[in-house]
């Protein structure tokens, strides 16, 4: 296995890159969530008064609101019994030994390198990235983009980040995101600026630190007129955390004539409740697109959405679960259109084994205002036995004149003449119905950068021969 | 002002109905008491609404005789009749089926219907019989302001065959009332039904109906409802599969104009394997009118080589009108084929333009849309009778 040299961060390392030293300020609030501990974790990151104000006043919303009475039971979450503010550097205290052996397993497997694989395991931070990250940040530098982690970014850019900050998602939204609204930590912040286009992807992991995997991540992604990213969150291989409950949040403003994707692949390990709000405003003829992957975790609920604020916006969601033993993923995308002549499509593909439930929940919902506007909808599942199960839940809404709105589904099993036809030729069962699958969620596949695909192959192969959860 | 025991005992809907019967009432009545009103909250009446809807407003209940015709004379053991009075020269019959497949408990429309019901028919047809004429329900309401409540009990034995339409008909056009009509169908084992429901009450009524129908081994059904009358209408169609090798087909169209509002909810359970269901609901919209249509896919574990099909398409004509279509699936089971799909969409502008080109006004091009929109779900109405009554139906009221 290849391992790469490490560089010595040296003390000036902040300065230099941006980064923090977890070591600097190794903090862990007592269990249990109250106003105390709120301020205490506002206090920890030196936050502006109104940050604190905010976090107390999402405080209160969060403890009014009540929990989702749909989707999956949540009954089991015990709020009082989780550490809302952990500094990474205590979750690395563990050594790569402590790692559940399946995990150990999948990394050998997927062919990951070792120093990456502790990243990923949450073993140690992984400073290998840094020189990547360092010409990334320079070019970056020059043409006014801003990338860094959403604490920074409020330190930073207190004007720019007090402008957007929560305004897609205010902390009333729901239950979950006035939660992570009153103890959010970590994420990403970037900023595009007008007309320019950033050709490679930006990945969170150019820019690990320890935070940016946290429990209750903040991203917030602007992109200013004419301008062009692509964001990557998370990785292929599974993220082992002892955390029971992940609730992000991810607010991105797309401004006129812009264009943003954004790309999960979620494999959280199968002990998490990963339970995320995720919205986009698409203003004039801008263009928003969600690629989402969920892969771990016991329960996921997830609807990228996103607001078609102004005429010409377009959204896309293109989502795969792949639901395994003990699995819940109920995923989807929501599209509001506001505005006349837009566009959006929900593209979902849906895979269960072993026992695992997969839900397709959307809502379209079209405005009085938004005359002319299309939208469709496509869902597909595939059952690979009879003890999975598979649901869809499309609800669309239209309110306006002139609208077209499709929704089609399908669900079923790999075939017999499919499966026939490759075992003719010599592939044995679990081979042939790997590559069915495969190429099912093809159209998926192909818009991941390459290295991403090439993993995301390699772990449903892994979830197919059930050496996975 | 409520709906009580005293209402029920001066209403005349029991006549001298025997006492289980009696005692069916009473305890629909006392779930109509204890059930709350269905709130906003509730997933299925989210966007129903039933404020405006105050069932002692029509204390007065029109008693149904039950109005049931052949054209030719009724074969041995059939029975076609009033419910009532079946209720008491058929007792077995009908105390073993009668909301049996229908739960009184289930909301408070249902409890107010099981209640209260005020009359319809009982339709059976014993094992290995054949009726080749089509059999005729109507329910008529005649006045204004009153409670119209029939209720249909279908019960078709082992390979019997029949085809039975129930026609929901107002004196007047803009009468207003309560207005209910519910059907329970039973088909044995091999029985073939065809079932049309054809309600057409007055523009003003508050209509409740709920088809429910059970499939035993090889049976077949198909049903066919059409709605077009009602201020507010709210209509389940459901069937159950409970026998290997059977088939439901459930269709429906519906056209709402002026200020209607129309709710369907469907559901095609595949409790058992091998079952087949065929679903498509086809709405045309006018004016300010709205629609919401909701419909479940349900195929249990077990339930392996089913083949289910569901769609929803919604041609809105109006600037104003407006579709909601939620259409679900839930499936427990890997063996099998589902496909559902719904669309909300305007008169396509290719096929005006084509029409018009070719001289044809734009009014009668609309309403040739129109007719070629239902007409693929008409040819499906499983018999002659029904159909041509609903074609001159349609046919009036498009203009």
Redesign the interface.
């Known amino acids: 296995m290849a391992t790469v040299p490490k560089v010595d961060v040296g003390t000036d390392y902040k300065e230099k890159y941006g980064f923090f030293v977890p070591e600097e300020y190794v903090f862990k609030a007592k269990r249990g969530l109250n106003p105390d501990i709120v301020k205490e974790i506002s206090w920890m990151k030196q936050e502006p008064e109104w940050m604190t104000k905010f976090r107390l006043r999402s405080l209160e919303i969060f403890r009014k609101k009540p929990m989702p009475n749909w989707g999956a039971d949540l009954s089991v979450i015990d709020f009082e019994n989780i550490f809302y503010y952990l500094k990474a550097s205590d979750k690395q205290s563990k050594s790569w030994e402590d790692l559940p052996p399946d995990i150990k397993a999948t990394y050998d497997r997927l062919g990951v390198p070792e120093a990456e694989r502790k990243f990923l395991a949450g073993v140690s931070a992984q400073y290998e990235s840094e020189v990547v990250y360092h010409s990334l940040q320079e070019e970056l530098t020059k043409k006014g983009v801003i990338f860094t982690d959403t604490d920074s970014a409020l330190r930073d850019h207190p004007e720019l980040f007090k402008e957007y900050f929560g305004t897609v998602i205010p902390p009333a939204d729901n239950k979950f995101s006035a939660l992570n609204s009153a103890v959010w930590s970590g994420g990403s912040f970037i900023y595009v600026p007008k007309g320019v286009r950033v050709d490679i992807p930006l990945q969170a992991y150019f820019r690990i630190n320890a935070e940016n995997m946290g429990q209750f991540e903040r991203t917030l992604i602007i992109c200013d007129e004419g301008s062009f990213v692509h964001y990557i969150e998370g990785c292929t291989a599974p993220i082992y955390t002892t955390d029971s409950l992940h609730s992000a949040v991810v607010e991105i403003i797309v401004k006129k004539g812009a264009r943003c994707r954004y790309t999960t692949i979620q494999n959280w390990s199968t002990n998490v409740f990963n339970l995320v709000t995720k919205r986009a405003m698409a203003y004039a003829d801008a263009t928003m697109e969600w690629v989402d992957g969920n892969l771990g975790s016991q329960i996921t609920m997830k609807y990228p959405s996103v607001y078609l604020m102004e005429p010409g916006a377009k959204g896309d969601v293109l989502s795969v679960a792949f639901a395994g033993k003990g699995q819940h993923q109920d995923a989807g995308g929501k599209m509001i259109h506001v505005a006349p002549n837009t566009t959006s499509t929900i593209t979902s593909k849906s895979i269960s084994k072993a026992g695992g439930r997969t839900s397709y929940r959307g809502h379209i919902k079209i405005y009085p205002d938004a005359k002319n506007s299309k939208s469709f909808v496509k869902c597909d599942a595939l059952l690979l036995d009879d003890e999975s199960r598979s649901d869809t839940y499309p609800y669309n809404d239209v309110d306006a004149e002139n609208v077209t709105l499709g929704h089609e589904a399908t669900v079923s099993k790999v075939s017999d003449e499919q499966l026939f036809y490759l075992m003719s030729r010599g592939i044995t069962r679990n081979e042939a119905e790997t590559m069915i699958v495969n190429g099912f969620i093809e159209p998926f596949t192909k818009e991941l950068p390459l290295e991403y695909a090439v993993e995301l192959n390699r772990l449903i192969q892994l979830e197919m021969e059930g050496s996975v959860g | 002002m409520a709906l009580t025991l005293e209402t029920l005992e001066r209403s005349g809907v029991q006549g001298d109905e025997p006492d289980w019967l009696r005692e069916r009432r009473l305890s629909a009545l006392a779930s109509y008491e204890r059930l709350p009103k269905p709130s906003r909250t509730d ?1 299925e009446w989210r ?1 129903t609404d039933v404020t405006g809807f105050d069932p002692a407003a029509f204390a007065h209940f029109e008693q149904e005789l039950g109005h049931s015709t052949m054209s030719s004379s009724v074969p041995d053991g059939v029975i076609i009749g009033s419910l009532l009075d079946s209720a008491k020269d058929h007792q077995d019959l009908v105390r073993s089926h009668l909301f049996t497949l229908i739960d009184p408990n289930r909301d408070r429309f249902s409890a107010l219907h099981g209640a209260f019901f005020t009359g319809g028919n009982l339709i059976y047809v014993p094992d290995g019989v054949t009726v080749d004429e089509p059999i005729t329900g109507q329910h008529f309401s005649y006045e204004n302001g009153t409670s119209v409540l029939p209720h249909t009990l279908i019960v078709a034995g082992r390979n019997a065959r029949f085809n039975y339409i129930d026609e929901y008909i107002s004196k007047k056009d803009d009468e207003d009332g309560y207005r209910s009509g519910s059907a329970e169908i039973f088909l044995g084992e091999g029985a073939e039904v065809g079932y049309v429901s054809l309600q057409k009450w007055g523009r003003n009524a508050w209509h409740f109906g709920d088809q429910r129908a059970r499939l035993e081994k090889d049976s077949k059904l198909k049903l066919f409802n059409v709605t077009l009358g009602g201020r507010f209408s709210k209509t389940r169609v459901e069937a159950s599969l409970v026998g290997q090798g059977s088939e439901a087909e459930l269709k429906a169209i519906y056209l709402a104009s002026g200020e209607q509002f129309f709710d369907f909810h469907t559901l095609q359970d595949h409790r058992v394997g091998n079952t087949r269901s065929d679903l498509l609901f086809k709405g045309a919209l006018q004016d300010v009118a709205r629609t919401v249509y909701a419909g479940l896919i349900r195929i249990e ?1 077990g339930a ?1 080589r089913s083949d289910a099909y569901q769609a929803n398409r919604n041609l ?1 004509l ?3 009108a ?25 008169v396509d502008p290719i096929s005006m333009f084509y029409l018009q080109s070719r001289g044809i006004p734009e009014a009668t091009a609309r309403r040739m849309i129109v007719q070629g929109f239902f007409g693929e779900v008409l040819e499906r109405i499983p018999f002659e009778h029904a159909r041509r009554l609903v074609e001159t139906e349609l046919e009036a009221r498009l203009g």
Do not use: Q, W
């Open positions: 997933e966007r574990k392996a809105v109006s600037d104003h407006k579709a909601t279509s939620i259409p679900m699936l839930e499936i427990d089971n890997n063996d099998v084929r589902c496909t559902h799909g719904a669309t909300v969409g305007p």
